[in-house]
């Protein structure tokens, strides 16, 4: 179905002055005001803060808690998040959120997906936002942020909220240094443009520049060089896999300033609940990928040059261990389940019982971390395997 192809639905004007107007304004005005006055550190570094502020309200306001609910927050941080997240010009929670859970349920999809990658770049960065393409909004798949009076409030009043952080702050800024129009062109205009599109290419380049090691069924990539213009979001492929994990980029050298602030949130009681992926899952997705990755470069080079049935059979015995070991986590996961229930209903037990129990879940947890660690290992076999697979090629060529 291409219904795009045929007529293109109208233009939406509002959308229009936004996205087209206010980029061309700020690249015409702010140089321009630049060589006739001057900017200072002042007004450079509160058009940063006020970067930081909305991107980070988006990331872990919009996206990791309301769109994914990727963990809890105080009412005190949601009306933080509201408010900054409405500075960002971006629609209000109830509309973005709900764009996104369809994004990510119908990811590439050309139709369905509102932002779809697959209809090209410029599409998904910002093409989707200039025409009505998505008609009479539906938040049927956004059910509880309806019933969350922060949402709703901030949708309700959405233009004023929006007015008042875009233009009513900057001004008093301007007040309060002297030069109104510097100020408001850098704090409020250059600033909400720079915003604006280093979130856009969450969903432009973001699928298209960057690699895959957790998944290939869609098109979200992983990015270290994103990730550090869109406030940790660009290890997008992981997003798309785990998408209620609070973090993105998942080791702790990986720039994710959104996880961090969510982790200094938990710790001063404004968050909790933060969803974490157990490590073997995600050790289970790279290996899973890594697999499909071989099996098909393994029939590359058996079409090539015969000769490849010993590393075949390698690979072969590896996929069996990877798939017990997944059999031995299942089961793992079941017994610590069924501790769990215990543990409630047996809460007044003896004391020898408890440390009984604490034994257990020791012996649990080695058993886990000895699985962890043994895919982590076959990782490393299955790349010396690969490596021998590019040796046969070369030799074979
Ligand atoms: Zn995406
Ligand atoms: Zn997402």
Redesign the pocket.
């Given at each position: 179905m291409n219904g795009h192809d045929n007529k293109k639905p109208p233009l939406n004007v509002v959308n229009v002055i936004i996205f087209i107007g206010l980029p061309v304004a700020a690249l015409a005005l702010v140089p321009l005001w630049g060589i006739y006055d001057g900017y200072d550190s002042f007004q450079w570094l509160w058009a940063l803060a006020f970067l930081y502020l909305n991107g980070m309200s988006i990331t872990g306001g919009y996206?990791?808690l309301w769109?994914?609910n990727a963990y809890e927050a105080h009412p005190l941080l949601k009306w933080f998040f509201a408010l900054w997240g409405a500075g960002a010009l971006q629609n209000s929670i109830l509309v973005w959120a709900s764009d996104?859970r369809r994004?990510?349920r119908h990811v590439d999809d050309e139709v369905l997906d509102p932002y779809s990658a697959r209809r090209g770049l410029w599409f998904s960065h910002m093409g989707w936002m200039l025409r009505n393409y998505s008609g009479e909004p539906d938040f049927s798949n956004a059910k509880d942020l309806q019933r969350d009076p922060v949402v709703l409030f901030q949708h309700q009043h959405y233009v004023a909220l929006t007015l008042l952080m875009n233009l009513g702050l900057p001004l008093l800024l301007g007040i309060w240094h002297g030069d109104i129009i510097g100020t408001v062109l850098l704090v409020g205009l250059l600033r909400l443009v720079v915003n604006h599109h280093v979130t856009f290419f969450i969903n432009s380049l973001a699928h298209f520049w960057g690699s895959r090691p957790y998944t290939e069924a869609n098109s979200a990539r992983d990015n270290g060089f994103l990730a550090l213009l869109t406030y940790g979001e660009g290890y997008h492929n992981y997003?798309?896999i785990f998408?209620k994990d609070y973090r993105n980029g998942i080791r702790w050298w990986q720039w994710d300033p959104t996880k961090w602030m969510i982790a200094l949130c938990q710790r001063v009681g404004l968050a909790r609940n933060l969803n974490r992926v157990p490590d073997f899952k995600i050790q289970r997705a790279i290996l899973d990928t890594a697999f499909m990755r071989a099996r098909y470069k393994l029939e590359q080079a058996h079409a090539q040059c015969k000769g490849t049935e010993t590393l075949r059979e390698m690979l072969e015995r590896e996929y069996q261990l990877f798939t017990e070991s997944i059999n031995q986590w299942t089961i793992l996961q079941a017994e610590r389940y069924e501790r769990t229930k215990v543990q409630l209903s047996d809460a007044l037990e003896e004391q020898k019982q408890q440390l009984q129990q604490k034994w257990e879940h020791a012996a649990l947890h080695t058993r886990l971390k000895t699985l962890e660690y043994s895919l982590k290992m076959q990782r490393k076999r299955l790349g010396l395997l690969m490596e021998q697979v590019h040796f046969h090629q070369a030799q074979m060529a």
């Amino acid at each position: 179905m291409n219904g795009h192809d045929n007529k293109k639905p109208p233009l939406n004007v509002v959308n229009v002055i936004i996205f087209i107007g206010l980029p061309v304004a700020a690249l015409a005005l702010v140089p321009l005001w630049g060589i006739y006055d001057g900017y200072d550190s002042f007004q450079w570094l509160w058009a940063l803060a006020f970067l930081y502020l909305n991107g980070m309200s988006i990331t872990g306001g919009y996206h990791r808690l309301w769109s994914h609910n990727a963990y809890e927050a105080h009412p005190l941080l949601k009306w933080f998040f509201a408010l900054w997240g409405a500075g960002a010009l971006q629609n209000s929670i109830l509309v973005w959120a709900s764009d996104h859970r369809r994004h990510h349920r119908h990811v590439d999809d050309e139709v369905l997906d509102p932002y779809s990658a697959r209809r090209g770049l410029w599409f998904s960065h910002m093409g989707w936002m200039l025409r009505n393409y998505s008609g009479e909004p539906d938040f049927s798949n956004a059910k509880d942020l309806q019933r969350d009076p922060v949402v709703l409030f901030q949708h309700q009043h959405y233009v004023a909220l929006t007015l008042l952080m875009n233009l009513g702050l900057p001004l008093l800024l301007g007040i309060w240094h002297g030069d109104i129009i510097g100020t408001v062109l850098l704090v409020g205009l250059l600033r909400l443009v720079v915003n604006h599109h280093v979130t856009f290419f969450i969903n432009s380049l973001a699928h298209f520049w960057g690699s895959r090691p957790y998944t290939e069924a869609n098109s979200a990539r992983d990015n270290g060089f994103l990730a550090l213009l869109t406030y940790g979001e660009g290890y997008h492929n992981y997003h798309h896999i785990f998408q209620k994990d609070y973090r993105n980029g998942i080791r702790w050298w990986q720039w994710d300033p959104t996880k961090w602030m969510i982790a200094l949130c938990q710790r001063v009681g404004l968050a909790r609940n933060l969803n974490r992926v157990p490590d073997f899952k995600i050790q289970r997705a790279i290996l899973d990928t890594a697999f499909m990755r071989a099996r098909y470069k393994l029939e590359q080079a058996h079409a090539q040059c015969k000769g490849t049935e010993t590393l075949r059979e390698m690979l072969e015995r590896e996929y069996q261990l990877f798939t017990e070991s997944i059999n031995q986590w299942t089961i793992l996961q079941a017994e610590r389940y069924e501790r769990t229930k215990v543990q409630l209903s047996d809460a007044l037990e003896e004391q020898k019982q408890q440390l009984q129990q604490k034994w257990e879940h020791a012996a649990l947890h080695t058993r886990l971390k000895t699985l962890e660690y043994s895919l982590k290992m076959q990782r490393k076999r299955l790349g010396l395997l690969m490596e021998q697979v590019h040796f046969h090629q070369a030799q074979m060529a």
